[in-house]
């Protein structure tokens, strides 16, 4: 534990010394999201950032000698958080396997993980993951988009809708989940490349985290063939749902530290550049960073939990819960410590507020976290998340 420790905070001072360079990218990737590329060529180790397996990655980063993959939740959530500080919109608008690398690493055969993690090698290579749709959002039971076979060719053919995709119309890879038959374990994940006949990914207009271009996608007839069904060779208990469960329950905590990061970054900005503050203006800055030094505590207990027992998302909830209503809470109150006019004069505070907004949505509502939390807690789940001695 202690060595862990060490190296976490080794791992961490490192991710805050990559996100200094993301200062110069942020506002104008919030102006204009397909400036994503314009990342690339800074000085961001992206490559060495975005969790890529050590057979596709010659050259990861190191810390005191030792490689990191990046492929743990522990890790992840730590340099997460640092560079969220600076710009969260950022991480997430860089290419790599993001929620799609989870659903590959748990049920995709040797062929698919090749065909996936070669071209994500090859070349900077967004990824997607198309699970909520226009008319039932996230709810699986409700899912309309639809594999069924091909009268004609013997196939099989993709349809439906999927919207709120992130980095959707960008990405050249990607799982798409579709009903394949009726109940629970109908939903099968499909391995779609983007330039296939039939599929449109169509950047949608928003708010917060624009960085990310949301996206829809549009599969209409789309040609599906066998290899590209993952978990073809696994029972249907372990298939497309119980992957999209635990890559939900694995990611949770590394949204809840996008969302620290960025209440940790309007806290500290304001600290630094509100230099006259009243008694009771101090009072509430303290007050914030004592919660963010529990908040801190609650994701990364979240993160050893969520790589101890991918199947258990009890701790996730809570880390996420809380972590997104402090980033809520910060960036507004920072913007009221700089009084009116906050948004005009300090955009970057502006910009960490409406990205604030949409962790609340990405992964699931509070209210919706609330539910897995109660269920949980009701079956003996709520530990604290560190691993055994
Ligand atoms: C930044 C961002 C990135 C995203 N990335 C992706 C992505 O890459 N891929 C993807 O597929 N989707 C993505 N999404 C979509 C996201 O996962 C869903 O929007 C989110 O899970 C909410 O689901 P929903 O739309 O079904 O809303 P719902 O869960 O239906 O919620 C709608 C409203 O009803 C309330 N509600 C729902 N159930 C209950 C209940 N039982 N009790 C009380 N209140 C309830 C909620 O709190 C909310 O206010 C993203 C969204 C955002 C904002």
């Known amino acids: 534990m202690t060595t862990d420790n060490g190296f976490l905070s080794d791992l961490r001072a490192l991710g805050r010394e990559h996100a200094a360079t993301l200062g110069a990218t942020a506002l104008e990737l919030d102006r204009d999201p397909s400036r994503a590329t314009a990342l690339l060529s800074g000085e961001l180790p992206w490559r060495q950032l975005i969790g890529m397996p050590a057979e596709y990655n010659p050259d990861p980063l190191r810390v005191r000698g030792r490689p990191v993959y990046m492929d743990r939740c522990v890790e992840q959530v730590v340099v997460m958080e640092e560079l969220a500080r600076v710009d969260a919109a950022a991480v997430l608008a860089l290419p790599g396997p993001s929620m799609s690398g989870f659903v590959i690493a748990d049920i995709a055969d040797q062929p698919q993980r090749d065909r996936y993690y070669q071209l994500l090698a090859d070349r900077p290579t967004w990824t997607f993951f198309g699970m909520t749709e226009p008319a039932h959002g996230s709810d699986p039971a409700g899912m309309r988009t639809a594999l069924s076979p091909d009268g004609a060719g013997g196939g099989l053919l993709l349809n439906g809708t999927k919207r709120f995709v992130g980095n959707g119309a960008r990405a050249g890879i990607g799982v798409v989940f579709a009903r394949r038959h009726a109940g629970p374990l109908g939903v099968v994940a499909v391995l779609l490349q983007s330039g296939t006949a039939g599929f449109t990914g169509v950047p949608l207009d928003t708010l917060g985290l624009r960085g990310l271009q949301l996206s829809e996608l549009r599969m209409r007839d789309v040609p599906v063939a066998e290899e590209d069904l993952l978990g073809r060779h696994r029972s249907a208990t372990r298939g497309g749902m119980w992957s999209a469960v635990r890559t939900f329950n694995r990611y949770r905590p590394v949204v809840a530290s996008f969302a620290l990061g960025v209440a940790q970054g309007a806290h500290d900005y304001a600290a630094e550049h509100r230099r006259r503050l009243s008694a009771g203006e101090r009072h509430q ?46 960036t507004l109150l920072a913007l009221r410590l700089f009084g009116p006019g906050a948004r005009w004069e300090h955009p970057l505070l502006d910009k960490w507020a409406r990205d604030a907004r949409a962790f609340e949505f990405m992964e699931g509502t509070s209210n919706v976290q609330r539910l897995t939390l109660t269920q949980g807690y009701l079956r003996g789940r709520l530990t604290d998340g560190r691993p055994a001695a």
Do not use: N, Y
């Not at 990364?300 to 880390?319: E, F, K, N, Q």
């Open 285 to 330: 800055l303290s007050d914030l960073a004592d919660r963010l030094e529990g908040t801190r505590a609650m994701v990364l207990a979240a993160a050893h939990a969520a790589d101890r027992d991918p199947g258990d998302g009890t701790l996730a909830s809570a880390a996420k819960i809380r972590a997104t209503r402090l980033a809520e809470e910060s």
